[in-house]
Nanobody, 125 residues
Framework: QVQLVESGGGTVQAGGSLRLSCAVS????????MGWFRQAPGKEREFVAN????????YYADSVKGRFTISKDNARNTVYLQMNNLKPEDTAVYYC??????????????????WGQGTQVTVSS
């Protein structure tokens, strides 16, 4: 089992920044790829970014490329999502997720078998 706990959500004005954290515990984390997804009211859950724990390679959705950065802290077993230049359309519940490493780079939610509880991000205009 892998346990994921997100934190860092909140309300910010457009153009502002937030950093989300995902604390990971359980099975050997280096065997997983970690992803961030988001879901806005009335919309499908969508991929944001992911990172392979072993290699550190990253992949981003086009909508956040250049504004968001995913990173990891091996000592703390924590994954971060730094979000800059936030826009109202970034408003959503953000979820941290873990997928077996073989799916590293995947943007498909079905490949992720562990999920956190989600954290709300609200961007006001």
């Amino acid at each position: 089992q892998v346990q994921l706990v997100e934190s860092g959500g909140g309300t910010v004005q457009a153009g502002g920044s937030l950093r989300l954290s995902c604390a990971v515990s359980g099975r050997t984390v280096v065997r997983y790829a970690m992803g961030w997804f988001r879901q806005a009211p009335g919309k499908e859950r969508e991929f944001v970014a992911n990172i392979r724990w072993r290699s550190g390679s990253t992949y981003y959705a086009d909508s956040v490329k250049g504004r968001f950065t995913i990173s990891k802290d091996n000592a703390r077993n924590t994954v971060y999502l730094q979000m800059n230049n936030l826009k109202p359309e970034d408003t959503a519940v953000y979820y941290c997720a873990a997928a077996p490493e073989v799916y590293g780079g995947s943007s498909e939610a079905e490949h992720y078998n562990y999920w956190g509880q989600g954290t709300q991000v609200t961007v006001s205009s």
